[in-house]
């Protein structure tokens, strides 16, 4: 490790040059190609007749204006059953059809939930209620299988899947909880996704996605613990968000450790930051304050910034990708964040996507290779 000042790298990071200041950081920085947006909001959003304007204030489809400043590739998320009607199988078909006529790669993010599934909190789907280990393997396969295969079969392939959404301690909990350090039933569902998903279309690749860019020593946890168990994947996705987890130094350790570590691709698979440390509903946003990151004001200009740190920090660690999570979900009444109460709550995202409130993108944001 240098022994040059955290000050030094973190500015190092932040302008691009890692690599000049640490001597052992990658010759040449890596390209993105994987420059995306989760869109998942984005259906329901239209369906309520929303707006989007480009940078040069015309109405125009969101997806073109995503590709326009830099978008290659759309995230999707896929719940076994909402109440809300959004975010299932037929909605995702929808969806994943809009991706790909606009030239876009897909990747479909599996909670394997009827809701929302982070490290906090991974539910079994209503339908799985009461299943042990055995039948949710067979759960995890053939659903994986069923969504693939009916992706495929109206020619829009998924080209990765996430198999979980941050699943830090586990997914399908309880049965696929990390407890005591056990990975063994983890990783018979991990397998079950790996090998649903290989058997539909060999090319797409899988993913395991945890919140674990805060600490190096998490993510060796995990991806160690699962790889004593025989689990296969493609690429390591990490979630990033600088108010939870850490500095941008830290970011890129995390990131060059766990590529070299397991020797795959790595994708921070969701990063966000506020435009505004206001609220435009009675939702109270998630993230809040004038300046969450010290450094970066929560402004058009400070949202902007931060995204090129982040992208400049994953290029230089040597990452593939990085997605920015839900930028199209302004503040529309009735795409509220509870699927059981789509139309009685509100957006805590509002102040994070990159659109403000009356659907014009800030013009700074863009994805870069």
Same mark, same amino acid.
């Given at each position: 490790m240098s022994r040059t000042p955290l000050a030094a790298l973190v500015g190092a990071v932040l302008l691009g040059t890692f690599a000049a200041v640490v001597p052992s950081a990658p010759a040449a920085a890596a390209t993105l190609t994987m420059r995306g947006a989760d869109v998942s909001s984005l259906r329901r959003s239209l369906d309520l007749g929303a707006r989007y304007y480009n940078a040069a204030?015309?109405?125009a489809d969101p997806l073109d204006v995503l590709k326009s400043a830099g978008v290659n590739y759309a995230r999707l998320r896929i719940w076994n059953s909402p109440a809300s009607g959004y975010n299932n199988l037929s909605k995702v078909l929808l969806d994943a059809k809009a991706v790909k006529a606009k030239g876009l790669a897909l990747m479909i993010d599996f909670h394997y939930s009827d809701t929302w599934a982070d490290p906090g909190k991974q539910y079994k789907p209503a339908a799985w209620a009461g299943h042990p280990i055995g039948t949710l393997q067979s759960d995890v396969y053939n659903y994986t299988y069923q969504?693939? /295969?009916a992706l495929k079969a109206q020619g829009t392939t998924p080209d990765s899947v996430q198999i979980g959404n941050e699943i830090n301690v586990g997914m399908l909990w309880n049965e696929g909880k990390v407890v005591n350090n056990d990975f063994t039933n983890l990783?018979?569902?991990?397998?079950a996704g790996y090998n649903a998903t290989k058997a539909c279309n060999s090319g797409t690749k899988v993913i395991i996605h945890t919140a674990n860019a805060d600490s190096d020593a998490h993510a060796r946890w995990f991806y160690d613990g699962i790889t004593a168990k025989g689990v296969t994947w493609d690429i390591t996705g990490l979630s990033y968000y600088c108010m939870w987890h850490g500095d941008l130094a830290n970011l890129y350790?995390?990131?060059s450790d766990v590529k070299s570590r397991y020797g795959k691709p790595v994708v921070l698979a969701e990063t966000a930051y506020p435009f505004t440390a206001a609220n435009a509903d009675g939702e109270a946003n998630s993230v809040n304050g004038s300046a969450p990151c010290s450094g970066y004001?929560? /402004?058009w200009a400070g949202q902007a910034t931060n995204f090129t740190h982040v992208q400049n920090t994953a290029r230089n660690a040597g990452a593939a990708g990085v997605f920015y999570w839900e930028p199209t979900w302004y503040a529309v009444p009735g795409n509220g964040w509870d699927p059981a109460n789509i139309n009685g709550t509100g957006n805590q995202?509002? *102040?994070?996507a990159i659109f403000d409130w009356t659907g014009h993108v800030n013009? *700074?944001?863009v994805w870069t290779p």
């Open positions: 204030g015309a109405a969504v693939c /295969t990783s018979l569902l991990l397998k350790f995390v990131i004001p929560a /402004t995202w509002d *102040n994070m013009p *700074n944001v």
